[in-house]
């Protein structure tokens, strides 16, 4: 099938690599590894529920530049275990530090990204563009496979400007050549992923496996990443 595009920009999280059941997984292991059922006097669904919260939040306001990465990645389990009243300053930045030497290395990818990316790497020139920081993403692509299929990897972190800034997607056309009409943006946040891209002029893929209902207009809309195959 030919299409007017060119250049493929991928977020990584949520959209290919399977953020959810890698960091569940992790979380899981430290969960029994320090006991923390009897810390915590919770079971792990509590905790696991309480630290997503904590964790978006913080993100949402790393976007936005509302906080440093140092101060995400300091507070965001200060903040899980204090909900529990759990205050150990040391122990949250020792479990922060494990956390992420393990979480990059899971390897689950999300249903049908395999399969479309072979896809597409035939017919396109596929890159990263994503607001995680890049020594967790570059090891994430490279256990889980996904390096090979991708040309670049762009990260906020290198450019200074988080998604949905106008200056990432900027940079991201002037690393690679490419041009915002045929250009298309693929990803699971509507806010960074979508209305960004839209604001800059690029044409989206909002990747919505729950059905979000929501007022925004995407280019294209999916809730199966396969479902790309039958437009591109």
């Known amino acids: 099938m030919t299409t007017k595009y060119h250049h493929l920009f991928f977020d990584l999280d949520h959209t290919l ?10 979380l899981m292991y430290l969960y029994i590894k320090y006991n923390l059922e009897s810390e915590l006097k919770s079971d792990y669904e509590a905790f696991y529920r309480t630290y997503i919260k904590v964790n978006d939040s913080k993100w949402a306001s790393y976007r936005v530049g509302g906080i440093t990465k140092e101060r995400l990645r300091e507070e965001r389990f200060q903040e899980t275990f204090a909900a529990f009243g759990y205050n150990d300053k040391e122990f949250a930045a020792d479990f922060e530090k494990e956390y992420l030497s393990i979480c990059p290395h899971k390897t689950q990818l999300l249903p049908g990204t395999e399969e479309l990316l072979e896809y597409l790497k035939q017919r396109y020139e596929l890159h990263v563009l994503t607001n ?23 990260s ?60 925004e207009k995407p280019t294209f809309e999916i809730s199966h990443l396969l479902e790309m195959k039958g437009f591109l």
């Open 156 to 215: 906020s972190e290198e450019i200074g400007a988080n998604k949905p800034a106008p200056e990432i997607f900027k940079a991201s056309i002037q690393r690679t050549g490419a041009d915002p009409k045929s250009s298309l943006m693929i990803g699971d946040n509507l806010h960074a992923d979508i209305i960004g891209a839209q604001s800059f002029g690029m044409d989206q893929v909002f990747y919505n496996p729950l059905r979000i209902k929501h007022s």
């Open 132 to 154: 995680g920081f890049v020594e967790t993403q570059k090891i994430k692509m490279q256990k889980s496979g996904l390096e090979i299929f991708f040309e670049s990897m762009i």
């Open 17 to 26: 690599w399977d953020f959810e059941a890698n960091s569940r997984h992790t």
